[in-house]
């Protein structure tokens, strides 16, 4: 057996270990019994007896009778060392040497074994927050505890109905995708919506104002000792840049989230205003004046009314009035340029108010499905990377072992992971999310997105922190070329023939053969280009590659029976909002006075309500104006893993040979 197909002995499975062990140990004491017998039958050869008086015992016998005549102690040492002694001692160490196999020349790259797979715990269904990745001879694939899986699969290729869909109808804890074309909400929410998961659909695009809200400033706690740190936090997602700036646009940066901390904490103080960072872009446009009177005069007013705003907030707002002209210019310009997104009304509305909470994730079963259209994402992309990173760091303040309550892991499917632009509150935390029971599926169409996206080395160390990888037949040389050094080479025999021929009249002729040990990659580039549309290559820490095959939902009876209409989606309140943003309210009353106007009245002329704390007011506002649900949704449910019994509707391919593509 060559070294290119022999399986190493770690790799056999129990029993088969076993039973080599035990014919081991019976051939070694069948061999030292013929030796202790051959013993014997030397010595009497030695001393020209009969040999066939020799007996088991007979050299035992002869050693006590004449191992003190020094002629025949001789002879008893030549029979024992050439029978008896020799194969004791030359047997076991001749035993140790042929069960060490030579190390591989080139390595010993191959594909893991049923029994390989199973020990690593991909095959089973407990714990049952598992992630499903692949099929192998008809068995379902998934990574149990804490670990992160990526997937690299070109576009069509099949990973939203290979990886995404059969794992939103498959996962039983709370999940949170990104889902740029409604898809995965119309296939899947209506499964998890009827086993008691909380079903959201965040979509502040939709041509038709349906969502469910999240608002980014319900995260900013209202207490002086946290608000500043909190509000600065968000502004630091919002005016971060990517750190390669000039020192002009680090100063702009700067002074942007100098003046979202100063108008968030004017919000947070003026509870008749919406708490909205579409209220902060309104806010800046200075409301018809320059923006110096009109934050100017907001601060006199209070200050006459004996209602002043506190000094955090009158320093930041000072700290921007101190400003010439033209540097306030390029202030506002910065500030507005990642918030312009919130002057649409539906994108205004849809962060105006909260239908969940992120940090109830971990506490309760939730489904968040975030749909962008993919004709909005550049526009998309500062609310895409504030939304995520709200929710590692609403997520990531205390570990499950400190909290009870956090009984869930939370699964984040970024499907298109590239498409939300640097997403650094993931990157960075990928190392220590799994301690908070947060779990990432990834989704790439090559490792060159993410190069391009974030260098060399962040995409590298990223990708590292996900314990197991999904490739797919890449379509780039240049990944085809990593995924093949990935999969490491293995050493092949090869038998070259050479004839030689005389020419001196006789026409003899010669023949030689000689083998060599050559390198070859388990998997070449161009055989993983040519990998086919069923299969794929899973890489876990470990173990061995596995080369399995794709999950196909729609032929597989163990999904399709899971397939349900999705629950729609309620549409926002546009004229309410409207009125909201802009203000106008009256009072509710079931007729109208005699000369009452059916026209709203401008809150901002109302009486300021100095005899009511201020959290009382905004808990009013709130109430009145929201339509906070997270205490009217289910309590949660269980979905049940997909089984292996279920089989799968379709034929299975038979993996290749080892370094051979069919």
């Given at each position: 057996m060559s070294t290119g197909t022999a399986l190493h002995f770690?790799?056999?499975?129990?029993?088969?270990?076993?039973?080599?062990?035990?014919?081991?140990?019976?051939?070694?004491?069948?061999?030292?019994?013929?030796?202790?017998?051959?013993?014997?039958?030397?010595?009497?050869?030695?001393?020209?007896?009969?040999?066939?008086?020799?007996?088991?015992?007979?050299?035992?016998?002869y050693w006590r009778l004449y191992a003190g005549d020094p002629p025949l102690r001789r002879k008893l040492q030549i029979a024992i060392g050439t029978s008896g002694i020799?194969?004791?001692?030359?047997?076991?160490?001749?035993?140790?040497?042929?069960?060490?196999?030579?190390?591989?020349?080139?390595?010993?790259?191959r594909f893991a074994t049923a029994a390989e797979i199973s020990r690593a715990g991909l095959t089973g269904h407990i714990p049952l927050q598992r992630i499903l990745v692949g099929r192998y001879r008809g068995r379902f694939l998934s990574l149990p505890g804490q670990l992160s899986v990526m997937l690299s699969a070109p576009t069509r290729s099949g990973k939203g109905v290979g990886v995404v869909i059969?794992?939103?109808?498959?996962?039983?804890?709370?999940?949170?995708?990104?889902?740029?074309?409604?898809?995965?909400?119309?296939?899947?929410?209506?499964?998890?919506?009827?086993?008691?998961?909380?079903?959201?659909?965040?979509?502040?695009?939709?041509?038709n104002a349906c969502s469910h809200r999240w608002n980014p400033l319900s995260a900013v706690r209202v207490s002086p000792l946290h608000r500043v740190s909190d509000l600065l936090n968000i502004g630091q997602v919002l005016f971060s840049g990517d750190g390669t700036g000039t020192s002009s646009e680090a100063f702009f940066n700067d002074q942007a989230r100098n003046l979202f901390l100063g108008l968030g904490l004017m919000l947070l103080e003026t509870p008749e205003l919406p708490r909205s960072?579409?209220?902060?872009?309104?806010?800046?446009?200075?409301?018809?004046?320059?923006?110096?009177?009109?934050?100017?005069?907001l601060i006199?007013?209070?200050?006459?009314?004996?209602?002043?705003?506190?000094?955090?907030?009158?320093?930041?707002?000072?700290?921007l009035l101190s400003n010439s002209e033209n540097t306030l210019a390029g202030v506002v310009a910065t500030f507005n340029a990642p918030l312009t997104i919130f002057a649409d009304a539906m994108v205004d509305a849809a962060t105006s108010a909260d239908d969940f909470r992120l940090a109830d994730l971990?506490?309760?079963?939730?489904?968040?499905?975030?749909?962008?259209?993919?004709?909005?994402?550049?526009?998309?992309?500062?609310?895409?990377?504030?939304?995520?990173?709200?929710?590692?760091?609403?997520?990531?303040?205390?570990?499950?072992?400190?909290d009870p309550a956090l009984k869930l892991q939370c699964l984040l499917i970024n499907d298109e992971f590239t498409v939300m632009g640097r997403a650094a509150a993931i990157t960075q935390g990928a190392a220590f999310l799994a301690g908070y029971n947060l779990r990432l599926l990834t989704v790439v169409q090559a490792m060159s997105q993410l190069d391009a996206l974030y260098g060399d080395k962040e995409a590298r160390s990223f990708a590292t922190n996900h314990g197991l990888q999904i490739l797919f037949a890449p379509r780039e040389q240049r990944d085809a070329d990593e995924y093949s050094a990935m999969l490491g080479n293995f050493t092949e025999r090869a038998l070259t023939r050479g004839r030689s021929r005389s020419f001196d009249g006789r026409n003899h002729s010669s023949v030689s053969f000689n083998e060599s040990e050559q390198r070859r990659a388990l998997l070449l580039p161009q055989e993983f280009k040519e990998l086919g549309s069923e299969r794929l290559v899973v890489i876990l820490e470990n173990c061995k590659p596995i080369l399995a095959e794709k999950i196909r939902y729609h032929r597989d009876k163990a999904f399709?029976?899971?397939?349900?209409?999705?629950?729609?989606?309620?549409?926002?309140?546009?004229?309410?909002?409207?009125a909201h943003a802009q203000g106008r309210c009256r009072d509710a009353a079931d007729k109208l006075a005699p000369g009452d106007s059916p026209k709203p009245a401008d809150v901002r002329q109302q009486p300021e309500l100095a005899s009511t704390h201020p959290a009382e007011i905004a808990k009013d506002l709130n109430d009145f104006f929201g339509r906070t649900s997270t205490d009217r949704t289910p309590s949660g449910g269980a979905i049940e893993p997909v089984s292996d019994p279920d089989g799968v509707l379709m034929e299975r391919p038979e993996p290749p040979e080892r370094g051979h593509m069919h």
């Open positions: 770690s790799a056999w499975s129990t029993g088969r270990k076993v039973a080599a062990v035990v014919f081991g140990l019976a051939g070694y004491a069948a061999l030292a019994c013929a030796a202790i017998y051959l013993a014997g039958t030397l010595f009497l050869i030695l001393n020209k007896a009969n040999p066939s008086q020799a007996r088991f015992a007979s050299i035992a016998h020799g194969l004791l001692v030359l047997l076991p160490i001749g035993l140790v040497a042929a069960a060490r196999q030579r190390r591989p020349l080139h390595g010993d790259a059969p794992n939103l109808l498959n996962w039983p804890d709370s999940v949170v995708v990104l889902d740029l074309k409604g898809e995965n909400y119309a296939i899947t929410a209506g499964y998890r919506a009827a086993h008691g998961q909380a079903v959201y659909a965040f979509s502040p695009f939709d041509e960072i579409g209220e902060m872009l309104r806010q800046s446009s200075g409301q018809g004046r320059p923006l110096k009177d009109h934050l100017a005069g006199s007013r209070r200050r006459a009314r004996g209602a002043a705003f506190s000094d955090e907030c009158r320093d930041a707002l000072q700290r971990r506490r309760r079963h939730m489904s968040i499905y975030v749909r962008i259209p993919p004709n909005r994402l550049a526009n998309a992309r500062p609310l895409l990377n504030l939304f995520f990173s709200q929710l590692v760091a609403a997520n990531t303040d205390v570990l499950p072992e400190q399709t029976s899971r397939l349900l209409p999705a629950p729609t989606v309620p549409a926002m309140d546009m004229k309410l909002h409207l």
